[in-house]
C-alpha cells in the first residue's frame, strides 16, 4: 500500500494548488464582473483555470489519487493547448488567462505544475 498522496512533500503540492485556486478564482472573477465584454474566452478560460485548479486541491487533499491525475492531464493539456495558441494567434487573446504563453504572467508555474504532481502521483505507486 502507497502512502497517502498529501503526507510529505504532497503537503506542499496541495498548498501550493490552494493558492492556485485562490489567485486564479479571483483573478477571473474580477476580469468577468469588470470586463468580460473584452475578452470573454480569456476570461472564461482563466475561470476554467481557477475550477481545475479547486478540483486538484480537493483531490489531492483527500487522496483521490485517479480524479488528480484526470484534472492533473486537463491542467497539462490546458497549459499546452492555451499556451501555444496563445502565441500563435494573439489577436484570440487580447487578455492573458492564468495559462497564457504557458503561464508567463505567473513565472510559468502553471506549465511546471502539472509536471511535478504527475511525477508526485506515479512515483509514489
Avoid: N
Avoid at 485562490?22 to 468580460?36: E, S
Amino acid at each position: 500500500m502507497s502512502a497517502p498522496i498529501g503526507a510529505g512533500p504532497g503537503r506542499a503540492l496541495i498548498a501550493v494548488y490552494g493558492l492556485f485556486s485562490l489567485a486564479a478564482g479571483a483573478r477571473a472573477a474580477v476580469q468577468i464582473a469588470g470586463r468580460f465584454s473584452e475578452a470573454p474566452l480569456a476570461y472564461t478560460l482563466s475561470a476554467f483555470a481557477a475550477l481545475v485548479y479547486i478540483v486538484l486541491t480537493v483531490a489531492l487533499a483527500r487522496g483521490a489519487r485517479r480524479l488528480a491525475l484526470v484534472a492533473l492531464g486537463i491542467e497539462l493539456a490546458g497549459v499546452l493547448i492555451i499556451g501555444t495558441a496563445s502565441l500563435v494567434d494573439p489577436a484570440a487573446f487580447p487578455d492573458e488567462t492564468v495559462w497564457s504563453a504557458y503561464g508567463r504572467g505567473y513565472l510559468f508555474i502553471p506549465l511546471v505544475l502539472p509536471l511535478v504532481g504527475l511525477y508526485w502521483l506515479l512515483r509514489r505507486r
